[in-house]
């Protein structure tokens, strides 16, 4: 069984940034593609971005040239930097690896 556990989100200003982590644990048989969602309240949860295990990224087109994903996998360990961040972005970011979801954490854009 595999745990995932998000960190790195709070309440930052417009403009500002941050860099949310995924740690994951337990039975990792093989490197699986790790994706980060999100979910605003009274919306749909959405693909932000994803990254295969060979490091071959994928983007939402809004998101593109503000968020940067990456993965350190000899940390197991997956990242989501986002950079000038607004307002629209606040909602609960989700790591999702291997069928398993985290429990999410919250960004908050607001000044």
């Known amino acids: 069984q595999v745990q995932l556990v998000e960190s790195g989100g709070g309440l930052v200003q417009p403009g500002g940034s941050l860099r949310l982590s995924c740690a994951v644990s337990?039975?990792?048989?093989?490197?699986?593609?790790m994706g980060w969602y999100r979910q605003a309240p009274g919306k749909q949860r959405e693909l932000v971005a994803s990254?295969?295990?060979?490091?071959?990224?994928m983007y939402a087109d809004s998101l593109k040239g503000r968020f940067t994903i990456s993965r350190d996998n000899a940390k197991n360990t997956g990242y989501l930097q986002m950079n000038k961040l607004k307002p629209d972005d606040t909602a609960v970011y989700y790591c999702?690896?291997?069928?398993?979801w985290g429990k999410g954490t919250l960004v908050t854009v607001s000044s």
């Open positions: 990254i295969t295990s060979g490091g071959t990224t």
């Open positions: 337990g039975s990792i048989v093989s490197i699986n593609t």
């Open positions: 999702h690896y291997a069928n398993t």
